[in-house]
């Protein structure tokens, strides 16, 4: 059976993650974001890095709404099969590292990250559990299973200007989407990879 990210819609998911990811440099370059193999079957979608040390494993999505429709119909709850929830916190205890939650809107660019597991203060944010019937994959159908409703109340909100609107400082080029960007916090400068300035 071939995997969901090949298909026509599971594109636009791994267009959605990287920008997701875009987001997430944007706001912390001292941090490094390891995304997993989207080719396999990886248990987590990325690895957060500092200071080359592994301090948290990473679970992404994104959702078509915006930020007032998440927070009134949806009542600031994330959907996630409880099953992947209990097997994403046993792999962070595991790695002795954090669980991050990284919601994207797209309909407002933006980014919601809340720590689901804290691994230094073993605190576990609200979840719910119930049955409940909902989409089965990126690509469709449905299932009837038991989900977990994470509470995103008091998430971080994260924006981040769309890398397609940057040219690099060095060679003045046209940065492509979600691939070959760097932002330099420090100097407000963009960067291709090849380009980009090493910190003094």
Not at 85 to 100: G, K, T
Not at 132 to 137: D, G, I, P, R
Request: aromatic share 10%; hydrophobic share 35%.
């Amino acid at each position: 059976m071939g995997l969901d990210i090949n298909t026509e819609e599971g594109q636009k998911t791994l267009e959605d993650e990287r920008r997701t990811i875009d987001i997430f440099r944007y706001n912390f370059p001292n941090l490094k974001y390891i995304e997993t193999d989207k080719e396999t079957s990886a248990r987590c979608d990325g690895l957060i890095i500092k200071d080359n040390h592994a301090i948290a494993i990473v679970e992404q999505k994104s959702r078509d709404m915006s930020l007032e429709l998440f927070q009134t119909e949806y009542r600031e709850r994330w959907l996630i099969t409880a099953e992947k929830v209990d097997r994403l916190i046993d792999i962070a205890n595991a790695m002795h590292v954090s669980l991050f939650g990284f919601l994207y809107l797209k309909r407002d660019d933006l980014l919601l990250a809340k720590t689901i597991f804290n691994i230094k203060t073993g605190e576990l944010v609200k979840i719910e559990r119930f049955e409940t019937e909902t989409q089965a994959t990126c690509n469709g159908g449905t299932a009837r299973r038991l989900n977990a409703f994470i509470d995103m109340s008091g998430a971080k909100q994260y924006r981040a200007p769309h890398p397609k609107n940057f040219i690099c400082r060095v060679c003045g080029a046209m940065a492509h989407y979600g691939f070959n960007v760097n932002y330099r916090a420090d100097k407000g400068e963009w960067y291709c990879l090849e380009h980009k300035p090493h910190r003094s």
